[in-house]
Nanobody, 115 residues
């Protein structure tokens, strides 16, 4: 069973930065696309960013230019660097690993942007 463990969430002021990390327990990480999703209060879970095995990335429009996703396959870790945060970025952020038709999820880490 694959386990994904997120960390790095917290409370930050508008304009601030956070870096989220997600560590995978299994070697299956090396075979999948990994991404970050988020769910704000009262809203559906949405894609934030994904990175493929080859390093191709894709971002939702609202975070382009501010967020950067990266992966370290040797450490089985995916990162999300978040800059210029605003209140609309407040959400629980979830790590996702997709291998073929299987999806694995972490339990999430809360990001709160507040003054």
């Amino acid at each position: 069973q694959v386990q994904l463990v997120e960390s790095g969430g917290g409370e930050v002021q508008p304009g601030g930065s956070l870096r989220l990390s997600c560590v995978a327990s299994g070697a299956i990480f090396l075979f999948g696309t990994v991404g970050w999703f988020r769910q704000a209060p009262g809203k559906q879970r949405e894609l934030v960013a994904v990175i493929s095995l080859s390093g191709n990335t894709n971002y939702t429009d609202s975070v382009k230019g501010r967020f950067t996703i990266s992966r370290d396959n040797a450490e089985r870790t995916v990162y999300l660097q978040m800059n210029s945060l605003n209140s609309e970025n407040t959400a629980v952020y979830y790590c996702n690993l997709r291998v073929n038709s299987m999806n694995y999820w972490g339990k999430g880490t809360l990001v709160t942007v507040s003054s």
